[in-house]
């Protein structure tokens, strides 16, 4: 296959560019623009939504499905154990580094590639491209805020460090905040009841905890006590005990349902931040599926969270990099998994494409 070498240089370039640029979460005002620019410059119609942008292939066909090509270009903050600057992009041995290279730098870049690539090409459906703010943090103005605005999925391919193996399911997040009530009392007399001691029980259970049901392609589902708080004085026994729950839910529950399960086994009273980061699983009989099997691509559940739980379409998620580097110090992705990245995109679209064509054929 003929990959136009102009457009991996130009992505190439920009994936440096965007690592140049700061952009923490709800701080992606500048990358925005840099993208802005670059479609400007490609001469591509865009649309800017807060610091998402979204455009299309070769326009918009109502009598066509849409395929949403989705990744980010926000980034956490750079951890203490960085050596080199996280905002220089340098290559060194076929690595290039800095911040947000693998997650989800690599991944935007090249699904931008892919993109170009079909510019001006007639396929069976529509070809969005979005590139998506706050997925770091699943925020309100990320891809959230467009999906009343924007055509529905038949698919959405998100763009996160797979190696290249294709998640066709992924764990989805619920936090909670707990809190045990006891009495008040002096800590030298036989007084009061011990909130801490009541939340102790809680999180021997909450240890050795199993939830009832189990997902074909994410196992089970996992609940862990992460941050407790409790006590004001050393004399006083504490009324109060709070403890905060992370639990990765599978395809196997909604976020209700698991909420239901962890109230019947705990005596604190349980209140989940949000209920919006649902798992999600590709459908059974989704042509997707069939891609996959054709191109002989790896499939896996994921178990880390990305924009795919706040996408209520069939999706799955995929690119070059290695989901093991994000968030690490001097995080890098190699110059060759960009460029097997962009050909497997552009394989994913055409198979599809494929697939489709045979469909209305027969």
């Known amino acids: 296959m003929e990959i136009q070498d102009s457009i991996v240089q130009d992505c190439i370039q920009l994936l440096k560019d965007l690592i140049a640029t700061p952009s923490y979460s709800k701080q992606e005002e500048d990358t925005a623009t840099l993208l802005s620019r670059f479609f400007i410059k490609q001469e591509i119609e865009f649309e800017r939504k ?10 918009f066909d109502p009598d066509k499905p849409t395929i949403w090509l989705n990744s980010h270009h926000d980034t956490v903050r750079p951890n203490a154990g960085y050596t080199k600057d996280p905002f220089s992009p340098i290559i060194e041995d076929g690595k290039l580094f800095g911040l947000g290279s693998n997650d989800a730098g690599g991944p935007l870049v090249s699904l931008i590639a892919c993109f170009l690539h079909f510019v001006g090409k007639e396929m069976p459906f529509n070809i969005l491209l979005i590139a998506s703010a706050e997925e770091e943090i699943s925020g309100k103005n990320g ?4 999906v009343p605005f924007l055509p529905e999925a038949e698919l959405a391919i998100v763009g996160e460090p797979t190696l290249m193996k294709m998640a066709i399911a992924e764990k989805g997040l619920m936090v909670i905040d707990a809190t045990v009530k006891g009495k008040s009392g002096h800590a030298a007399r036989e007084e009061g009841i011990n909130a801490i001691y009541l939340a102790l029980d809680d999180l021997l259970k909450i240890k050795e905890f199993s939830f009832k049901r189990t997902s074909k392609f994410l196992g089970k589902s996992k609940v862990s006590a992460t941050i407790i708080h ?10 109060t005990c ?9 395809d196997a529950y909604t976020l209700e349902e698991a909420l239901e399960e962890l109230k019947e086994n705990l005596n604190a009273e ?5 209920l919006r ?6 459908p059974q009989k989704h042509p997707i599926l069939t891609v996959g099997i054709k191109l002989g691509m790896d499939t896996y559940g994921s178990p880390t969270l990305s924009d795919q739980a706040l996408i209520p379409y069939p999706s799955i998620k995929i690119g070059p990099g290695d989901s093991a580097r ?8 190699y110059i060759k998994e960009l460029e097997k990245g962009i050909l497997g995109y552009i394989l994913i679209l055409e198979k599809y494409a494929e697939l489709k064509i045979s469909n209305l054929s027969n």
């Open 50 to 59: 807060y610091n998402n942008i979204m455009a299309y292939a070769n326009g």
């Open 143 to 146: 891809i959230e805020s467009l």
């Open 326 to 333: 994000s968030h690490t110090a001097d995080e890098f992705i």
């Open 277 to 282: 980061l649902q798992s999600s699983k590709v």
């Open 230 to 239: 409790s006590g004001t004085q050393h004399n006083v026994v504490p009324d």
């Open 270 to 274: 349980l209140k989940p931040r949000s």
């Open 242 to 250: 709070e403890y905060t729950l992370d639990v990765r839910v599978t």
